[in-house]
Every structure is written in structure tokens, then in C-alpha cells.
């Protein structure tokens, strides 16, 4: 039987800049590809002949590895990447739930980081996340809102979603723009209230220059609104731009 592959955009070390753990440093898997198409979205949608990697732990200095990668070349590269003074390993994308069988080889071979393995989905592919639920320790899951991402509705997939991820951390991302209606974010509350009281972030869209280009009271509004149901609400950009880095 053949080992599985998968194709990683970059491998590299930095500081998260979205949602509950922002500021925390982490080594970063990025997998290619996607099975949505979100308005806003800021990977790159072909899949890279080469995946880059950081030589060394923050210095922005990569090489580069031919695509697709084994399980075996990955946790090489993240072992010289200094786990130990990691937070976790975050498996982005793109949405890394594509690549199950490859996670299943890959995740028991990345150990050393403080607290273990983050993955940040797109909340769609429940059976999938099934498959490797014990192996993952955070969950930062996204709800999409239709109107604001510009794709058809995945309620019932994010219900199923939620309804497995709560075994273990989790919280929930809404990511708003101007156009983001209130009917749909209410939607997204009751979701979510359905589950149980999962912390939930709102995270305003944002430029590559870091600019928001959100009116406040609107935000508050809605951030009031998700408080009047939920313990656990904040209001949180994607501060990596801030930083000049995608
Ligand atoms: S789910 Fe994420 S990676 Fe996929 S298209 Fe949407 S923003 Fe991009």
C-alpha cells in the first residue's frame, strides 16, 4: 500500500494572529487546496510545484521542498523548526481536512510542542474530522455566512461539525464584513446555542494592508447581540496583517 501525500503551501514558524490563541507562536502546516471559495479568502488556490520551508524558527528565510510531501519529510522539517518552544502546530490551509489519511501517518509523528495540535478548518467536513478527532487537541472552526462569503449555505455541515468538535477545545470564527446581514449572523448564534456555550470569535475582515473597513457600531452591535446568548464573545482582526504577513 502506498503511503499518502499531501501538497503543503509552507512550513513555517510565527506568531497566530487570528481569533483565541492570537499572539501565541506556533508552527504553521499550510495544506493546499479547498472545498469552498470564499469571497475573502487569501490563499493562494493552485496547488505550488514546491512547498516553502523556514530554514530556522522565525527567520523568515526559506528553502524550498517538491510537492507533494510524505508524512515522514514533514515531521522532519517541523522537528528542525524547535517544537519545543512552540504553543502547538497549527494545520491550515486551505482546509487541511482534505488530507485525512495523510494526518493520520503525520499527527502521532509531531510531538514536543506545549499543547499539541490546532487545526483550523473551515467546519464543513464533519465525517472527516471524525476520522482524526482524537488526534487533535484545538479546534478553531469557522462558521460561514453566506451573504459574506459568497457561497451557498453549509448550516447543516457546521451543525454536525460543532456537534463533534465540542468533545475537545473548540471555538467558533464568524468572519463579517460591511455587507454581513444581522439575520445571518443570528443564524450562526442559534448554531451555535443549539450546541452548547462555545466561545465565539468575530473576526472583521481584513486587508493585506491591515485596514478594516467595517463600521464600529455595527461590530458592537453584533458583538452585543452574540453577548446576549453567549459567555465568551470578542471582536478580533486578523492581526498577522498588522505585520505586513499574509
Ligand atoms: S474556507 Fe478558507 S481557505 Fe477555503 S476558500 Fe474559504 S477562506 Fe479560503
Not at 517544537?83 to 503525520?106: D, M, N, Q, V, Y
Not at 473597513?213 to 461590530?219: A, P
Request: aromatic share 6%; hydrophobic share 40%; charged share 20%.
Amino acid at each position: 500500500m502506498s503511503l499518502p501525500v499531501a501538497p503543503l503551501i509552507e512550513i513555517f514558524s510565527s506568531i497566530q494572529g487570528e481569533g483565541i490563541l492570537v499572539g501565541c507562536r506556533q508552527i504553521f502546516l499550510r495544506f493546499a487546496g479547498c472545498n469552498l471559495a470564499c469571497s475573502y479568502c487569501d490563499t493562494l488556490r493552485d496547488t505550488p510545484g514546491q512547498c516553502r520551508w523556514e530554514i530556522r524558527p522565525g527567520s523568515r528565510e526559506f528553502t524550498f521542498l517538491p510537492n507533494p510531501l510524505t508524512p515522514q519529510e514533514v515531521a522532519l522539517k517541523v522537528r528542525e523548526l524547535n517544537p519545543a518552544i512552540h504553543h502547538s502546530i497549527s494545520l491550515t490551509g486551505g482546509e487541511p481536512l482534505l488530507h485525512t489519511s495523510f494526518l493520520l501517518e503525520l499527527i502521532p509523528l509531531l510531538k514536543e510542542t506545549r499543547q499539541g495540535i490546532y487545526l483550523e478548518t473551515n467546519g464543513t467536513l464533519p465525517d472527516r474530522l471524525q476520522t482524526i478527532l482524537p488526534l487533535v487537541d484545538i479546534i478553531a472552526m469557522d462558521i460561514k455566512l453566506p451573504g459574506t462569503a459568497k457561497i451557498g449555505p453549509c448550516w447543516q455541515e457546521h451543525r454536525e461539525f460543532l456537534n463533534l468538535a465540542r468533545r475537545k477545545y473548540v471555538f467558533v470564527k464568524l468572519v463579517v464584513d460591511e455587507n454581513s446581514k444581522l439575520e445571518e449572523i443570528e443564524e450562526a448564534l442559534d448554531l451555535i446555542c443549539g450546541v452548547g456555550d462555545i466561545p465565539l470569535v468575530i473576526q472583521p475582515v481584513t486587508t493585506p494592508e491591515g485596514k478594516i473597513q467595517l463600521n464600529q457600531e455595527k461590530v458592537l452591535t453584533w458583538q452585543s447581540r452574540a453577548l446576549e446568548r453567549l459567555t465568551d464573545v470578542r471582536v478580533i482582526p486578523q492581526t498577522h496583517k498588522f505585520f505586513g504577513h499574509l
